[in-house]
């Protein structure tokens, strides 16, 4: 395996453009000032070639949604996909623009020409593209959008380092040659900065981690994890963890993976960071209520659905705050933080001292708490129940004193156990051996994360992503949303929107109500129409 390298060191004299050959330097003259009166997202992408790592997964495809839905005149996006065994990189492509979340542009046959498929892994050195499409993507790609990851929570740490970090690494020294490119943006969590006691505010920088009163040096740390038998790394990384408050692996990777893109800043394009929280489904356009995968508080929802909470079986004080924050709301802070470095009134500040970070969160701007949601879903799933459920009795209470008692959530999560396990036995007797291992996977990642160091009760603050919001010409604001407030959403009416959505796409099921915004879009039969 390739090992991390000194992000500066690696980069010396390699005869890679200077930031003065890209236009980097005079951002801040004075003509790039006076233009700066306000952010326009359209005008810096206008023209743009956008490279775009993890189309495939749930940010990935609502940035490349909206980035052509919104900025028609971008001249091409690059989406780099793996080919599996099943279909190839195209194929799944094909599919995913087929996607009901791409019902806007089906009819834009121009539109969807601009995305150019590119095969590659980011784990692999160069990524492994083609010698064909590396050389068109080194001297064309203008912006860089790095969303790829695992974020499966408790991978191995040398699993999660591989695809977290080296792969980030990889993906930096490809960006390095790229002869025009403006602008990199780097996609983390808002959960790197964890290690805050409970109640406190995280700020949109960067928290070292500390060995008493040294900062720890990302790329040793990384190599040292790498380097060692498989076994001992694990056990260094649980010691690690709990030193530094870690919640978990893909926080600890995403924590490094910062630190390294961090190293990159200028030297020589501006690199940004944008941190969501946990990214649920859709609020607005294109498609209210949908998600394209479990991983933040989806899968949490389906959980609570089913019936996986027995009574005292949560592990999270009602009373803490929860960060989820609507995919389109993220998706738009990407869009805006990538423009926002080309071009702008925010563009000075990118180019000085440390990489801007955008928290992409609801805890400052429209803080929901563990208690509210609950209440949103036992209505709403009493209301509309799930094929299945658990619990034949119906929801349990959670009082809004609940004080989690460990030997009971541990009792409540045994019998959780048994119940899956029993059903999962009689699916797979009765034929339904995928469902049972789906139920099976849900399961696990539900008493995973329910579990106290999980409940972070956190605060992330908003400030650049409030610049952000501010600097947005008047004509986008509509479609370009960077924050979640009480003026621009609405708990309730989302909350039932995004679990009508749920129930529809991942349990088959229609609502028996009609009181949100989800309305089901089938995905489009047979092929698109691409102008080539
Ligand atoms: N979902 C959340 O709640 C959340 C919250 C905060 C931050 N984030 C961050 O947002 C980003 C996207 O997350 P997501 O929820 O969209 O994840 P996701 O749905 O699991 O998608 C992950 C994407 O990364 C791609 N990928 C993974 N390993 C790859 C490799 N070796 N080579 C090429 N592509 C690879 C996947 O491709 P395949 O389709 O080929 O697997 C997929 O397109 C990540 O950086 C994540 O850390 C997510």
Not at 58 to 69: A, I, K, P, T
Not at 210 to 216: K, T
Not at 296 to 306: E, F, K, M, N
């Given at each position: 395996m390739a090992q991390p390298q000194r992000g500066k060191d690696s980069r010396r004299g390699s005869g890679k453009p200077s930031e003065e050959d890209r236009g980097v330097s005079d951002a801040a003259g004075p003509l790039d000032?006076?233009?700066?009166?306000?952010?326009?997202?359209?005008?810096?992408?206008?023209?743009?070639?956008?490279?775009?790592?993890?189309?495939?997964?749930?940010?990935?495809?609502?940035?490349?949604?909206?980035?052509?839905?919104?900025c028609p005149e971008v001249d091409r996006v690059y989406v780099m996909s793996r080919g599996k065994k099943s279909a190839s990189a195209r194929d799944r492509v094909d599919r995913l623009l087929r996607l009901g979340l791409f019902h806007k542009l089906w009819n834009s046959p121009d539109v969807l020409a601009k995305v150019h498929v590119i095969e590659g892994d980011i784990t692999r050195d160069g990524l492994n593209l083609s010698v064909e499409d590396s050389k068109e993507v080194l001297r064309s790609t203008t912006i860089f959008i790095h969303s790829a990851a695992t974020v499966a929570l408790d991978d191995h740490i040398q699993h999660a380092l591989k695809n977290n970090y080296v792969a980030t690494r990889n993906v930096l020294e490809l960006c390095a040659h790229m002869t025009q490119l403006k602008a990199y943006l780097h996609v983390s969590t808002a959960f790197v900065g964890v290690a805050h006691d409970k109640g406190s505010t995280v700020l949109e920088?960067?928290?070292?981690?500390?060995?008493?009163?040294?900062?720890?040096?990302?790329?040793?740390?990384?190599?040292?994890?790498?380097r060692m038998p498989e076994d001992e790394a694990g056990v260094r990384c649980m010691m690690y963890l709990k030193r530094w408050k870690m919640a978990n692996t893909y926080c600890l990777s995403k924590h490094l993976a910062e630190q390294l893109v961090a190293s990159y800043h200028r030297k020589p394009f501006p690199v940004c960071i944008v941190r969501p929280s946990?990214?649920?489904?859709?609020?607005?356009?294109?498609?209210?209520?949908?998600?394209?995968?479990?991983?933040?508080?989806?899968?949490?929802?389906?959980?609570?659905?089913?019936?996986?909470?027995?009574?005292?079986?949560?592990?999270?004080?009602?009373?803490?705050?929860?960060?989820?924050?609507?995919?389109?709301?993220?998706?738009?802070?990407?869009?805006?933080?990538?423009?926002?470095?080309?071009?702008?009134p925010l563009r000075a500040r990118h180019l000085e001292g440390e990489p801007m970070i955008f928290h992409a969160t609801s805890s400052t701007t429209y803080p929901a708490t563990n208690y509210q949601t609950y209440l949103y879903a036992k209505r709403f799933f009493t209301k509309n129940p799930p094929p299945f459920c658990l619990l034949p009795f119906g929801y349990p209470d959670y009082p809004a004193d609940y004080v989690p008692?460990?030997?009971?959530?541990?009792?409540?999560?045994?019998?959780?156990?048994?119940?899956?396990?029993?059903?999962?036995?009689?699916?797979?007797?009765?034929?339904?051996?995928?469902?049972?291992?789906?139920?099976?996977?849900?399961?696990?990642?539900?008493a995973y994360a329910n579990s106290e160091s999980h409940d972070f009760d956190l605060y992330f603050s908003c400030s650049n992503t409030k610049a952000l919001d501010g600097a947005l010409v008047e004509d986008e604001r509509n479609d370009i949303r960077c924050l979640w407030t009480r003026q621009t959403g609405d708990w309730h009416r989302y909350s039932r929107t995004y679990m009508a959505g749920i129930l529809k796409l991942f349990l088959r099921k229609n609502t028996k109500t009609d009181d949100h915004d989800f309305k089901f879009i089938a995905p489009k039969q047979g092929p698109l129409s691409r102008n080539p």
């Open positions: 000032r006076a233009a700066a009166s306000a952010l326009s997202v359209r005008q810096a992408f206008r023209g743009a070639r956008v490279f775009l790592t993890g189309a495939t997964g749930y940010l990935g495809s609502l940035v490349l949604e909206q980035v052509l839905r919104v920088k960067i928290y070292p981690l500390m060995d008493g009163d040294e900062v720890v040096d990302h790329q040793e740390l990384a190599h040292e994890l790498l946990m990214i649920i489904g859709l609020a607005g356009a294109p498609y209210p209520g949908y998600l394209g995968n479990l991983a933040g508080g989806g899968g949490y929802t389906i959980a609570y659905a089913l019936g996986f909470f027995e009574k005292s079986g949560h592990a999270w004080y009602p009373q803490s705050v929860i960060d989820v924050i609507p995919g389109d709301v993220a998706s738009s802070v990407v869009l805006a933080a990538a423009a926002s470095t080309l071009k702008g008692c460990p030997y009971r959530l541990w009792l409540a999560k045994s019998c959780t156990s048994m119940k899956v396990h029993a059903l999962c036995y009689l699916m797979r007797l009765f034929g339904k051996a995928r469902e049972a291992q789906r139920l099976y996977t849900g399961w696990k990642a539900w």
